[in-house]
Structures are given as C-alpha cells and as structure tokens.
C-alpha cells in the first residue's frame, strides 16, 4: 500500500522524502506506514505553509473495502509565519487536496473539477476535544472539518473526509496536526488516531502526563 502510495506520487512528480530508514516522528503501530514530505509540496505548490509534513497511514489506506479506507494522521511543523488563522488553514487545505487530486489523476478524469472541493471549517472549543491522556498546548485552537472531494487513488469517486486538527505555537515554530478518516467519528479508528495525535504531543512537545 505504502509503495504503490509514494509510487504515485513519485510519477506525478511530487518530491517526496520517505522515512523508511529513519525514526518515523509520529509513533503509530508496526502496521501503519509512513513518510515525510517538504511543504509546500510538489503536488501544491502554490501553498504558502513551509516546513515538514510527517505522516502515518492506517494499514487499510489504499484499500477501499476496509474500515480504514483513507485513514491517516499527519503533522505540520511549520515556519512560524504565516499565522495560523482559520482562513489560511481552510485555503491551504484545499490548495492541498485539489492539488494532489489533480497530480494523481493527471488527467485521467476531465469530468472532475477540483474547484468544485469545498472544506468546512468550524472552531471548537479546546476542552471539547482535548487530548484523552493529557491537554494540548496552551494556545491550541481546535477545529472540526469536513472535506468534499474526489479521492484519485483507489475509487476516482466522490468521497467526505472528517478531519480534526489542532494548531498551536511552540518555540520558533507553528504546528498543525490532523487526524482524517471517512468514517464517523463515533468509529473506533479515531482512538487509534487520537492515540498516535496524543504521543507526538507528549513525546516531542514534553507536555501531558
């Protein structure tokens, strides 16, 4: 799954700088993949986020019949400009996945509009949604997403992603983490994320229990 992932994104040029041998900065389960990725990417360019996007697949990721089916945990460590403002986050996301839409259909679907993507973006108040073994930064904002779009590796179909993200600013450095998966967010898929979200934040930011 993860080969014939970053072999996708390879043919479509996007530049891509696998973890394989290195220690992955997301801790998930053996049997979740992994890589990281310069931002912006090759497949979006045009974003105005810099810095390093690690990323962990759920071992269904490519597999359209499974419970895990585009599941993933991802984080920005980023620049710490520009500010993260909701704006800017909604704009990016877009650029992002009509970017990689676009990359990996390489035109392989004309009917398929990228500009038709739309992402929902609303604030939520941290302790609504707060990490379940620890509290995220001070200063974190948190969000609930729901993303509209076409999903061009294994069904080239409509699909809605929900995605959690929580930013924060640590040092010289804004962070921007996310947990996405089509499923509802009453599915246990998202303890699984959540736990992989909670030990980056007590592991590499030294907060929580």
Known sequence: ??????????????????DESAE??????DSWGGETISLPPGFAPEMTLKGEE??????????ASSDT???YAFVFELEKKPELKDDLIKDEFLKYYRGLCTAVLNGARPDVDPEKFTFDLENEEPDANKAE???????????????TWVEPFAT????????????WTSGNRNY?????????????IWKELHKIRDTYLKGHLKIGP
């Open 1 to 18: 799954m993860l080969r014939y992932l970053a072999l996708s994104l390879v043919l479509v040029g996007t530049l891509l700088a696998a």
């Open 24 to 29: 992955f900065k997301l801790v998930a389960p």
């Open 54 to 63: 690690h990323i962990r697949f759920a071992p269904g990721m490519m597999k």
């Open 69 to 71: 089916f585009f599941t």
């Open 133 to 147: 073994d620890g509290s995220f930064p001070a200063g974190t904002h948190v969000y609930q997403g729901k993303l």
């Open 156 to 167: 080239r179909a409509p699909q809605t992603l929900n995605i959690e993200i929580q930013t």
């Open 176 to 188: 921007l983490f996310a947990c996405v998966s089509p499923q509802t967010r009453k599915a246990k």
